[in-house]
């Protein structure tokens, strides 16, 4: 069956780095957008960013822009986020996604067709 599986959460200073990546299996990534939620204790899951499959156009919520990039690699049928300056409200679990819909659709309307299981990400001293 399909899958996504994301690594590379964990816990961080505020101020630091983490690169999370999201492998897919048993499909290609090539034709989905592709993006980056999160979900923090109490909240609604929020779009982080997206990334479209056939322009590379981006969303970033206001909240990440200049810190987070995402970025695909689609010989290695992989997804990444290089998240940095990482601040404590940034703590949440971190889902990747695919869908055919739209970039904007996908991150601002929370649509995806398929889902990864999450990583933690804890920012704190």
């Known amino acids: 069956q399909v899958q996504l599986v994301e690594s590379g959460g964990g816990l961080v200073q505020p101020g630091g780095s983490l690169r999370l990546s999201c492998a897919a299996s048993?499909?290609?990534?090539?034709?989905?957008?592709i993006g980056w939620f999160r979900q923090a204790p109490g909240k609604e899951r929020e779009g982080v960013s997206c990334?479209?499959?056939?322009?590379?156009?981006?969303y970033y919520a206001d909240s990440v822009k200049s810190r987070f990039t995402i970025s695909r690699d689609n010989a290695k049928n992989t997804v990444y986020l290089q998240m940095n300056s990482l601040k404590p409200e940034d703590t949440a679990v971190y889902y990747c996604?695919?869908?055919?819909?739209?970039?904007?659709?996908?991150?601002?309307?929370?649509?995806?067709?398929?889902w990864g299981q999450g990583t933690q990400v804890t920012v704190s001293s």
């Open positions: 990334m479209s499959s056939s322009d590379g156009r981006t």
């Open positions: 996604a695919a869908s055919i819909a739209t970039v904007q659709v996908m991150c601002v309307r929370d649509r995806a067709d398929y």
């Open positions: 048993r499909f290609t990534l090539d034709y989905y957008n």
